[in-house]
């Protein structure tokens, strides 16, 4: 029987996609005492935080990752969501700019450029973004029904 962190890790993230995200937090927790360094358990932990809507704690271990591994896309970009989250939009409009210089063809990068307009008051700009975002991946459906809240029938 595995019984390493990485085993636990697994564990982790199936219950946090069964939806027992408290439960999930506890082992993550643990395979970090088990592991201080393994640095895949801090993301799957801030995104679980997230979930938990503890951003702070999922700002700092996302924090932690990105210096650790500046390279590191994913986790910088769920930096960014984070500070978008946490109404934190000075940040979250540096970091998704950077990211979409990086990436400019990642359809999630848009639709959260699409979100900050929203939360700035620009309309205009937020539906730019999310016509963007679907010109990327026309399957985007977020980004369709950010449209069609912002009254652009059939989400267009």
Known sequence: LDTG?????RYGVALAENGFTKAADEVFAYVQQLKPGYRDVRVQRALNLITLNQLGAAEALLLQETQARPDFYEARRELAITYL???KLDKAATTLRELQQQHPRDPVIHFH???LSLYRNAPEDAAAHFRDTLSLDPEFQPARAELAALGYPSGL
């Open 5 to 9: 962190p990485e085993s636990h890790l």
């Open 85 to 87: 989250q946490a109404r």
């Open 113 to 115: 450029q699409g979100l």
